[in-house]
């Protein structure tokens, strides 16, 4: 039995290292730390990350993991006392690094990978670059088991490290001369009543560079990273005399002289911002929905639900109707679910944008009717108010009642013109006054039959063109 597993293990080993056969897959690339474009300058030392996904959950007897080597182009070269680490699933691992013919790393690990898990590892060092120029100098990283042969094939690129950047296993060499300074740099302070600065200047004629740096005061720079930005607005500008600069770069450590400097006056923010958009208010069996589109104002910071109920005055916040503004959020919008049980009545929702400076924009509202019956009734298809061009059937027209939630529509003579049917949790159902067709039905007295359930109710309607 020791025989044979001896011999299935060499077995393994021989596939492994003649034709490249591994149960063990990997996908991998290389970045520069601190910029996402996968360019080095000639002539220089630059810090290199080489993100690694591996997975091991097939990994078969010999497919331990003992050395990480990494093979790097000619004229890029390394030492061991450039590696600065590796990182597995973002936790810091024992291993050292040997620097192989001056350009290939071996970062041997102190513990054997032997289980079988899908990880992230992340090998950080520094590394020369050639004085040459090259449009893809190609790095190759392949993984050795425990008799120092390799696993499979050199590991292949692809994304591993979940950002948008280089992707791959290549790196561009360029030349190590900054680009010319950026002519025609201005600064201007908004003079609408918001504490904005705009700030403009001339397309690098450079086609190294890849994005600009533009210096306020003191702080660290705010990064343009596109190259063919010519203007760049920044929001919410501590009111006061400020100074701006600008450098044009091929990477942030290859940048131009800075431009000559700007002094701007700021004032405080007195501007409302714009109200949100497309206010859209549902009722369900968890309460009632609240969604909107954000404001075009880019210094808002807050979003406010308010409500006032038929006849009761003021608009007023609704407790925990504050909605922190969020850039990942302006795609899809913002949803707040009231989970208040509102009787039978007219109530109005209202949604306001409130910048850094606590102005309020005007508020974006919608009526929102709760009836025990369909309603408005008559209604009026053409017209172009939404409060009577449909009919609006609710749930509570059936009391206690639970189930599928549908509507038949008849005419007259008793013909089915259409079937409407909720989804799960709509307590409300529309009807626009069109038939299955899509096409509107002629005015007259329409006949319902609303069902919750095992329970049903019918009714009469009146549409009216």
């Not at 292949?156 to 025609?184: E, S, Y």
């Not at 600009?212 to 919410?236: A, C, G, M, Q």
């Not at 027209?397 to 079937?419: H, N, P, Q, R, W």
Request: net charge negative; charged share 25%.
């Amino acid at each position: 039995m020791k025989n044979t597993a001896i011999i299935f293990l060499l077995i393994v080993n021989l596939l492994i290292a003649i034709n490249g056969y591994t149960a063990v897959t990997s996908v991998g690339e290389i970045n520069v730390v601190g910029q996402t474009k996968g360019i080095v300058p000639a002539s220089s030392t630059v810090p290199l990350i080489v993100t690694l996904i591996i997975d091991r959950s097939l990994a078969e007897p010999g497919e331990e993991i003992k050395v990480i080597e990494i093979a790097m182009p000619p004229g890029f070269l390394t030492q061991s006392s450039y590696f600065k680490g590796i990182l597995r699933d973002r936790n810091p691992i024992v291993a050292r690094a040997v620097v192989s013919g001056g350009n290939t790393l071996r970062v041997e690990l102190a513990d054997v990978i032997n289980d079988f898990q899908n990880s992230i590892y992340e090998i950080t060092f520094d590394c020369q670059t050639p004085n040459t120029l090259t449009l893809e100098a190609v790095f190759r990283v392949r993984l050795r088991n425990l008799d120092d042969a390799p696993i499979g094939e050199f590991i292949r690129p692809g994304q591993a490290d979940g950002k948008l950047n280089n992707d791959d296993f290549t790196l561009q060499v360029i030349p190590n001369v900054p680009p010319d300074p950026v002519i025609g740099f201005t600064a201007e302070a908004d003079t609408t009543g918001e504490n904005d600065v705009t700030l403009r200047w001339e397309k690098s004629d450079d086609p190294d560079v890849n994005g600009y740096l533009i210096y306020r005061d003191k702080e660290d720079p705010i990064d343009v990273k596109d190259r063919s930005s010519t203007t760049f607005r920044e929001v919410n500008v501590l009111p006061g005399d400020h100074t701006y600069q600008i450098t044009a770069y091929k990477i942030p450590s290859l940048q131009s002289e800075r431009s000559a400097i700007q002094f701007v006056t700021v004032s405080e923010d007195e501007a409302a911002p714009e109200p949100p958009t497309m206010l859209s208010i549902t009722t369900s069996n968890d309460g009632v929905e609240i969604t909107w589109k954000p404001s075009a104002s880019r210094d808002v910071i807050t979003y406010q639900v308010q409500f006032r109920a038929s006849g009761t005055g003021e608009l007023q916040p609704l407790p925990n109707g504050e909605i922190e503004a969020k850039p990942e959020d302006e795609r899809t919008g913002y949803t707040f679910i009231d989970t208040q049980t509102l009787p039978i009545g007219s109530f109005t929702y209202a949604v306001i944008a409130i910048d850094e400076a606590d102005n309020k924009s005007a508020p974006l509202q919608k009526k929102l009717r709760i009836f025990d019956k369909p309603y408005p009734n008559p209604f009026t298809p053409l017209s172009l108010d939404q409060d009577f061009n449909q009919v609006v059937f609710p749930a509570r027209s059936i009391e206690d009642a639970s189930g599928e939630f549908t509507v038949l529509i008849y005419d007259i003579d008793g013909m089915l013109v259409k079937t409407l049917t909720a989804l799960p949790g709509e307590t409300e159902l529309t009807w626009d006054g069109r038939d299955e067709a899509g096409e509107i039905m002629e005015s007259g007295v329409y006949i319902y039959q609303l069902q919750v359930g095992e329970n049903f109710k019918t009714g009469t309607l009146i549409l009216a063109k």
